[in-house]
């Protein structure tokens, strides 16, 4: 009966019960789209700094992380890529070796770092060669060409079709000089990288450096983020009676990770402002309607209701227009989220966040984009009405009764 | 008050109310002794002011005395909590006030009902005391009507039906005849004292409705919060 009497209250005070359920439903939706948008920029950022750069999961020889030497190198790096790619979560790996070294073109020289890739397994693994934004990519062999970043290329004012020298110290203690042709330039969506990097055949700088058949690194891409834990934890213990370490993006690159978790808690800090306004408006109308339905619940109290029978409709009448709310609020959150998924928010000028650049921010429909919510809006409509119904519940039957 | 002395429905001793009125006390009542027995058809009455409706109220348990001891159908009522007093109210009194306070949103056979959902009585017997009560007060036909459906003298009558239905001890009421026409008025006291007759229910109005007071078995008037008469016919 006491839900009965909730669920007609409710009717009885149309405009009141609609006015509630908009607040509850405007702050649901805002709650969800902004976690959808944030959700959906930070897999776009994630996915573009790992997917597309630098792998979902980096292998290395032990310490190399901590103190990245061209001397310490995987040597028989084609086996441990098989036993990687035998992992059903793996889609992809690519081998690259890294070396500093000073980089000419023409007059000018700077330090530049050294990339080489595998052309063929780097273009799987991170879409190498649709980020040549000028000239053409690297030929799947050898044959002495470079491609560098962008910035890099403004830097040295390099074009097309110039030549670029090295000079380094190559692994074995030896004089590391060649000459390469300039057949691209890059973008790869990280200016500090852009600014900084040549990439050649790893067969070219294999011979550069001196490092036949070694490598510094495996980049490993899987089909599926949610399974980067699982997979580092089965090719740990692959690779268990070898001195090689096996990194989940959040580790080797701890300072990105850090950030994008400092810039979520900011959101939280959005959506607790955007639900406590919400709460103080749903506060206001259920302590007028307490307020207003003052003499009944003196008459309710006085025919027999206990005062926890009373609590119970203030709370339930509550409860109820908050689930309503939620139903409503996660269809609107869902369609508004589905829609910035697809469409997504172009910016006039592109964004820098971590260093990655982008024009378009997509959102996304994820779970987290309606749970979240759906507990908000509940727990805070429930504690709000907590006052209101102890109000109502201590309720003196002959004072409230007098009221008219 | 001992269990054993139950022709007594309620005892007052030395009840004393007192409000503050914008930080003046105001002594509502002042040292009321009385004893009512069970099926009394009482009238209460007095200029307003006298202290009538904040007497019923204490004698329910919806007020609470500043000083002296209430009890009613043998227990003590300050003794009570208020869970306790809800209870305890549901169980053994029946209210009917002058602006009949129905459940707005319930219809005319809810309103009857709710008490009896309150004390857990099974849904058979429920409907049968519902209908019972209704015929009883000649409310057949208008169950499903919400109260804003019907005139004021079929709202109170349903407010006699809810106050009865549960087969209280003790029906307080407060100028039931005062929102009604002295017709409507008539027939609504012939109705009650019926109802006494045939239940032995006791009956405690307050009132300043000559036909109330004619119809009473008992007199008492109160004046500046205290017993000045207590006749009975």
């Known amino acids: ?122 273009n799987q693994a991170t879409n190498f060669d649709k980020k040549v934004v000028e000239g053409k990519t690297l030929t799947e062999t050898a044959s002495h060409e470079a491609i560098i970043g962008i910035g890099l290329a403004k830097r040295l004012s390099a074009t097309v ?34 600014r900084t990097t040549c990439y ?54 701890k300072s990105f990770y850090i950030a994008m978790q400092t810039d979520r808690k900011g959101d ?16 206001n109308t259920v302590l007028m309607s307490v307020l207003e339905r003052t003499r009944e619940y003196g008459v309710l ?73 759906t507990i908000t809006v509940m727990l805070s409509a429930i504690l709000v009405s907590l006052f209101p119904a102890i109000k109502a519940a201590r309720i003196i039957p002959a004072k409230a009764m007098r009221i008219h | 008050m001992e269990q054993t002395q139950d022709k007594r429905v309620i005892v007052t001793e030395d009840v004393t109310k007192v409000y503050e009125a914008d930080g003046i006390p105001v002594n509502a009542l002042n040292g009321v002794d009385l004893t009512i027995n069970k099926g009394e058809f009482t009238a209460l009455v007095g200029p307003s002011g006298s202290g009538k409706s904040t007497f019923l109220n204490i004698i329910s348990g919806l007020d609470t005395p500043t000083d002296g001891k209430v009890f009613l159908s043998g227990k003590f009522l300050s003794e009570l909590s208020s869970k306790e007093l809800s209870d305890f109210r549901r169980d053994n009194i029946g209210f009917v006030f002058q602006a009949y306070n129905l459940l707005p949103v319930l219809t005319v056979e809810e309103n009857v009902e709710y008490i009896m959902l309150l004390a857990g009585v099974p849904k058979s017997e429920r409907q049968k005391r519902v209908t019972s009560m209704l ?7 208008v169950e499903d009507r919400l109260p804003t459906q019907l005139s004021g003298g079929q709202q109170q009558r349903v407010a006699i039906a809810r106050a009865m239905v549960s087969e209280p001890d003790i029906i307080l009421a407060d100028e039931p005849t005062a929102n009604v026409d002295s017709k409507t008025g008539s027939d609504l006291l012939e109705m009650m004292s019926r109802l006494n007759a045939e239940t032995g229910m006791t009956f405690i109005f307050s009132t300043h409705d000559p036909m109330v007071m004619e119809s009473a078995h008992r007199l008492i008037t109160l004046r500046d919060g205290k017993v000045e008469t207590d006749e009975k016919k």
């Open chain 1, 268 to 283: 939280a800090i959005s959506r607790f402002i955007i639900m406590f306004i919400v709460a103080i408006g749903v506060l």
């Open chain 1, 301 to 373: 109290k006085a025919v027999g209701t206990k005062p926890s029978q009373i609590f119970g409709l203030v709370v339930s009448e509550v409860t109820i227009i908050a689930l309503v709310s939620v139903c409503v609020g996660a269809i609107i959150g869902t369609v508004i989220n589905y829609l910035f998924s697809v469409y997504g928010i172009t910016y006039p000028t592109e964004i820098t966040f971590g260093g990655m650049k982008m024009k378009t921010l997509y959102g996304a429909v994820t779970t987290a984009s309606l749970v979240i919510p």
């Open chain 2, 135 to 141: 015929n009883s007060v000649g409310l057949e036909g």
């Open chain 1, 161 to 194: 079709g110039n030549k670029i020298a090295f000079f380094s110290q190559a692994a074995d203690g030896s004089i590391a000089n060649d000459e390469y042709t300039i057949i691209g330039t890059i973008e790869s969506g990280d200016d500090a990288t852009d």
């Open chain 1, 200 to 253: 050649l055949h790893i067969d070219d700088a294999q011979d550069l450096f001196v490092l036949q058949g070694r490598v510094h690194e495996i980049v490993v891409i899987v089909s599926n983020m949610n399974s980067i834990a699982k997979t580092v934890s089965a090719l740990e213990n692959s690779f268990n009676d070898r001195d090689i370490d096996v990194s989940p993006w959040q580790v080797f690159a």
């Open chain 1, 1 to 122: 009966m006491i839900l009965k009497i909730a669920f007609r209250n409710i009717f009885r005070q149309k405009r009141r019960s609609i006015l509630t359920a908009l607040a509850m439903i405007v702050g649901f939706s805002l709650s969800s789209f902004t976690i959808g948008l944030s959700d959906g920029a930070y897999s776009n950022i994630i996915n573009m700094f790992t997917r597309n750069r630098l792998g979902h999961i980096q292998v290395h020889s032990t310490g190399y992380l901590d103190k990245p030497t061209i001397y310490n190198t995987i040597s028989d790096y084609e086996s441990i890529g098989e036993t990687i790619q035998s992992n059903a979560n793996v889609e992809a790996w690519t081998p690259r070796v890294y070396a500093g070294g000073l980089g000419s073109v023409n007059e000018k020289s700077m330090a530049i770092k050294v990339v080489g890739i595998d052309v063929v397994r780097e």
